[in-house]
């Protein structure tokens, strides 16, 4: 099981950032790889909602089934992804403090693959340097005035 964990303070309110990050049209915005993002079933947003989210990581193309687990609005969400390779779950949290929002996020990925299992360390290193660039992106989206991040 590789685990990260990783957190940056956002300047804008807990509220815009998590209907901001809850919303698939903005993922394209801060999710580095994203190629496509499809519902399956449900509600956007919702608990037990599902959606097919195809990735590009590491030059590799990756199809993975994303399954929302918990929504706590607007401190908690969380989601699962499966591929035939891996599986991941990642908890956001977010937590306000004067106008700010400290949001944390961790990611739990267990390696399926043999293949993938060889290669822990890279796949640890990759995954830290990816989250990491992911929040100074959703960071710098939502403190500038170039994406309308109101929530709808």
Known sequence: MIELENTITIGCAREKVFAFITDPDNLQHWLSGLESFEIISGKVGEVGASAKQVLKQAGRRIEFVQRVDAVEHPSLFEVSLKS??????????????????????????????????????????????????????LKNVLESDLIDTSPT
């Not at 403090?97 to 739990?108: A, D, H, M, R, Y």
């Not at 399926?112 to 290669?119: G, I, N």
């Open 84 to 137: 035939k390779d891996m599986e991941i779950k990642v908890a956001y949290t977010l937590e306000e403090s004067e106008g700010e929002t400290l949001f944390n996020v961790q990611e739990k990925i267990r390696l399926k693959s043999f293949f993938l299992r060889q290669f822990k360390k890279i796949v640890k290193s990759l995954n830290i340097e990816r989250q990491r660039k992911d929040l100074e992106r």
